[in-house]
């Protein structure tokens, strides 16, 4: 799964994803998030297959800290 669009407050979160897909490079989403609930990997069938489930994903730090900024909740 590859990331195709950032909004601003994901813009000013993560930098270095805009300045990746700028350059033409393909971000995955496993690269800048972790996923918290459910345990599970970050890919197409698992997500379809959990269809109904709340994710909570995290934001991987990018800056060599070990500090996370942010974490999304969704359905």
Same mark, same amino acid.
């Given at each position: 799964?590859? $990331?195709?669009?950032?909004?601003?407050?994901? =813009?000013?979160?993560?930098?270095?994803?805009?300045?990746?897909?700028?350059?033409?490079?393909?971000? =995955?989403?496993?690269?800048?998030?972790?996923? $918290?609930?459910?345990?599970?990997? $970050?890919? !197409?069938?698992? $997500? +379809? +297959?959990?269809?109904? #489930?709340? !994710?909570?994903?995290?934001? &991987?730090?990018?800056?060599?800290?070990?500090?996370? &900024?942010? #974490?999304?909740?969704?359905?």
């Amino acid at each position: 799964m590859k $990331i195709l669009q950032l909004g601003d407050g994901l =813009v000013k979160l993560c930098p270095h994803v805009l300045v990746d897909m700028a350059a033409g490079k393909r971000v =995955v989403m496993n690269k800048v998030f972790t996923m $918290i609930h459910p345990l599970m990997e $970050i890919c !197409y069938d698992n $997500i +379809h +297959h959990f269809m109904n #489930a709340v !994710y909570l994903l995290q934001i &991987k730090p990018f800056d060599g800290s070990n500090t996370t &900024k942010l #974490a999304l909740k969704g359905k």
